[in-house]
């Protein structure tokens, strides 16, 4: 089990910018993809972006492209996700997680196929 801690939400006017940061410990980080999921008040827990073990494939979720940037630092156990242009509509709590292959499938944006979840952190954007 790899222990997560999401930070660096708050927040933020609309067109704002944000980092995320998931800190990873007690674990193995470097060889599992990450995912960044957000969960709104009343709704399901969506993917937002994924990124492999080192970086050479990413994925976004289509209402974020262009505006958001995952990155990792596999030498720092961390996890990142740069959110710019923030819209109303990106207000959730915003979760990391570990998935649960090392390898990446054509599951990586179904949150059942991670399995170790950071506690979240609040990210509100106001208009």
């Known amino acids: 089990q790899v222990q997560l801690v999401e930070s660096g939400g708050g927040l933020v006017q609309a067109g704002g910018s944000l980092r995320l940061s998931c800190a990873a410990s007690?674990?193995?980080?470097?060889?599992?993809?990450m995912g960044w999921f957000r969960q709104a008040p009343g709704k399901e827990r969506e993917f937002v972006s994924a990124?492999?073990?080192?970086?050479?494939?990413?994925y976004y979720q289509d209402s974020v492209k262009g505006r958001f940037t995952i990155s990792r630092d596999n030498a720092q156990n961390t996890l990142y996700l740069q959110m710019n242009s923030l819209k109303a509509e990106d207000t959730a709590v915003y979760y990391c997680?570990?998935?649960?292959?090392?390898?990446?499938?054509?599951?990586?944006?179904?949150?059942?196929?991670?399995?170790?979840w950071g506690q979240g952190t609040q990210v509100t954007v106001s208009l």
């Open positions: 997680a570990r998935y649960r292959n090392t390898g990446i499938t054509t599951s990586i944006k179904n949150p059942r196929e991670y399995d170790n």
């Open positions: 007690r674990g193995t980080f470097s060889v599992y993809p």
């Open positions: 990124i492999s073990y080192n970086g050479g494939a990413i």
